[in-house]
């Protein structure tokens, strides 16, 4: 794992620094948008880094403390109980076999992948059978590239109003990844329909919508569209962890 050589507390000062400029170029308030770190492929050792170093720059600016997001239910077993000592949020940001999902319940606050009835329902069930509340956010495919996953945008706004209805879920907003395209005006359109869903949903006044606010948009190579148009949880893996090893 290389971090362009700077190590992983400057790369996390200079990404939260680059989330700052955003947020000002947006008119949007310095420290308003959550950063959550992706940490797929990594080991705990160098999570853990990053949390450290995380929780020193939220302490000079003020700014809430980085979401931790992982893909694999493998690996979030693995390294949620070697960093438990820091009691970190974990959000499950990748594609949930329903055979995984007991694994991934017991360490996440909030599944962001949540993209057919079906899945909500199995998640809603083990949630209520261990007594608790599950925060879920819809995950919409906004570019219609084929290799995405989500819901079509045409379909989001009556799936969450079924998902915002079942016990033991709270919806609390939508995610996507966005478009692949080296023209950020297109990437950029895309984020702005991932925001006119979560408006939609918010405007239907249905049951079990009205936490419904977040949007979980923007990665290392695009924050900024992101931030433009009114993500509140932006994702970053390479940004501060530097290049991934192909798998
Ligand atoms: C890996 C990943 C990210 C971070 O991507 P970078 O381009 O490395 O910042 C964000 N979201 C999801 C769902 C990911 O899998």
């Known amino acids: 794992m290389e971090h362009q050589g700077r190590g992983v507390g400057p790369a996390l000062a200079e990404a939260r620094e680059r989330l700052r400029r955003a947020e000002v170029a947006a008119l949007r308030e310095p420290g308003s948008v959550r950063l959550l770190l992706a940490t797929k492929t990594l080991p705990a050792d160098v999570v853990r880094e990053?949390?450290?170093?995380?929780?020193?720059?939220?302490?000079?600016?003020g700014a809430r403390s980085a979401i931790l997001g992982e893909n694999r239910a493998q690996e979030l077993v693995a390294k949620?109980?070697?960093?438990?000592d820091l009691a970190p949020t974990w959000h499950f940001i990748g594609p949930l076999q329903s055979n995984k999902v007991n694994a991934v319940l017991r360490h996440a606050a909030c599944v962001q992948t949540v993209a057919s009835l079906d899945l909500a329902r199995r998640l809603a069930e083990r949630a209520v059978a261990s007594g608790r509340t599950l925060e879920v956010m819809l995950q919409v495919n906004v570019s219609g590239e084929t290799t995405k996953a989500g819901a079509a945008p045409d379909d989001a706004v009556p799936l969450a109003l079924q998902v915002a209805g079942l016990d033991g879920l709270r919806l609390t907003g939508f995610m996507t990844v966005g478009a692949n395209s080296p023209d950020l005006g297109v990437v950029r359109a895309g984020y702005a329909?991932?925001?006119?869903?979560?408006?939609?949903?918010?405007?239907?006044?249905?049951?079990?919508?009205?936490?419904?606010?977040?949007l979980s948009m923007g990665m290392s190579g695009d924050l900024e569209a992101a931030v433009a148009e009114g993500a509140t949880v932006v994702r970053l893996g390479t940004a501060v962890f530097g290049a991934r090893p192909r798998p």
């Not at 949620?80 to 438990?84: F, H, N, S």
């Not at 991932?194 to 239907?204: I, N």
């Not at 049951?207 to 419904?212: I, R, S, V, Y």
């Open 50 to 61: 990053a949390v450290q170093a995380d929780a020193q720059a939220c302490a000079t600016t």
């Open 80 to 84: 949620a109980p070697a960093l438990a």
């Open 193 to 214: 329909l991932l925001r006119q869903v979560r408006d939609a949903v918010l405007a239907s006044g249905a049951d079990g919508t009205e936490h419904a606010c977040e």
